[in-house]
């Protein structure tokens, strides 16, 4: 039987593991399969056009949350086109979810539950008719690298690779609850096919391994050898915290920056709601190692709070928010409940009052203790937090107008409450305006002191390239003599502050550089290094 694979990422940048990990299975057993992909903002009917434009007898999908609408979509047009192709459906979408689907979508003809990798391969070989295969686990050795030459060479393309299946936790709201224990691919398979990475100099690799540590030795060895490859690749895991070691730690403090991403999830600081959950977490350990990642090392760190689970009021997640944001990660992530079919706490939703969207992503709605209008609080608070936190750009000012709350949480609660009554959040905003909001924010509860400006005025250059001066800077006019300007450019002593500038030719320093004249100041602004050096002292004699 001739297939096609069909994957639908949530944006082109992304790509589906999963089509590529049953294409390269089935051709290391002699079959052949095809794949397309495409992403959810696309034109449905073109995608159906593009998928019948190549000899098919089975079209067969990986569904997730975010795009089986669109799959569903796709393949109603694909059945009534061509009657005699069948439809094929996967995934954790399809797996969990298949009684309603065939009730529902009369043109689905099969759906594998579970792994693909042999039941595809059967389809292909003795053309079922079964309408639900549960697919077999396949042993991980087995799996080969499921990338080809051609599309590790897509530049800016984020590669997702899989070492392990399963996860050492229970949670209630997550579907690796549940498959039982871990399954690892073999270091040594692992290594040759980071290398490969590695040898294209992909952008970012991401693991999918629910919990890249849950074999401390193993993972310890597997970051020692990412550590070692030269390439640019940068690479991302996700973590327990609570259970790495000073093995683990140590081999952390080696890594330059930009070469590892680490997620961890919190969820919440609750020891009641981790308990429910099944997701107890030592927070002494937890709080001890990830300070030890943030002050000691390189690596860039994203923490994951879940709003909406069981036990958890508005006033708990305000502690779990001000817990977490205290850690100081680099980015943290304020996610919302998703009641799964298939998952432990969907059987729980009368337990706990849960109410929760129908139709994917099945996200809360309401519980027994948070309501609907304090969920949409938090939305809003998630909103800004992720425009001037995650973004980071506000490195500068975000530690001096923190002083000025009784708590993180306060701060974004209020600006929030700000910007929606500005109906600010239903829109996109260009990077100039969100300062501008900020300032005027600020302004309002007479925070706009000339130290408030100076540091959003170095907030704003960084990360506004070309930006103009904004109004609320003072602006400062001075004559610049440009021979001497040149010579401070061309001082590796005076720009030391900026490295990346310093490694660059004298002779085109100039095209890196933007020279800003505010506050009685003079800055040089590094587009590169995105850093700024205070070069007033040079031109003392010239005031």
Known sequence: MIITLVGINSKYIHTNLA???LRA?????????????????EEISRAASDILSVKTECVAFSCYIWNIEFVLKIADIIKKAQPEIKI?????EATYNYKELFENYPFIDMIIAGEGEKAILDLIKNQT???LIFGEITDMSEQPFPYTEQELAEEQRIFYYESARGCPYSCTYCLSSAEKGVRYKPAKQVFEDLAKFAAANVRLVKFVDRTFNSDLKRSCKILTYILNLRCDTEFHIEIGADTIDDEFINILKRFPENKLRIETGLQSANLKTLREIRRVCDFDKFTRNISKIIEETNVTLH???IAGLPFEDLKSFENSFNFAFNLKPHELQLGFLKVLPGSFI???QEKHGIKSSFAPPYEIISNSYMSFKDISKLKNIEAVLEMYHNSGILNETEPLILQNFKSPYHFYDCLAQYMKNENLLSRPHHRIMQFEYLYNFAKKINLDSTEFKLRLAKDYFISCNGAPMPIWAEKFEIQINKEKLKSIINDDEAIGKLPELVKIDKNSRHKYLKIEKLFKMVWLVSIIDKK???ITPYFSLDF
């Open 19 to 21: 089509i590529r990990k």
């Open 25 to 41: 299975y089935a051709e290391k057993c002699g079959e052949q399969v095809f794949i397309k992909e495409y992403s959810g903002g």
């Open 88 to 92: 094929v459906l996967g995934g954790p």
């Open 129 to 131: 008719a079964q309408k």
């Open 303 to 305: 923490l994951d709070l």
């Open 346 to 348: 969907a059987e729980q």
């Open 532 to 534: 700024i050096v205070d």
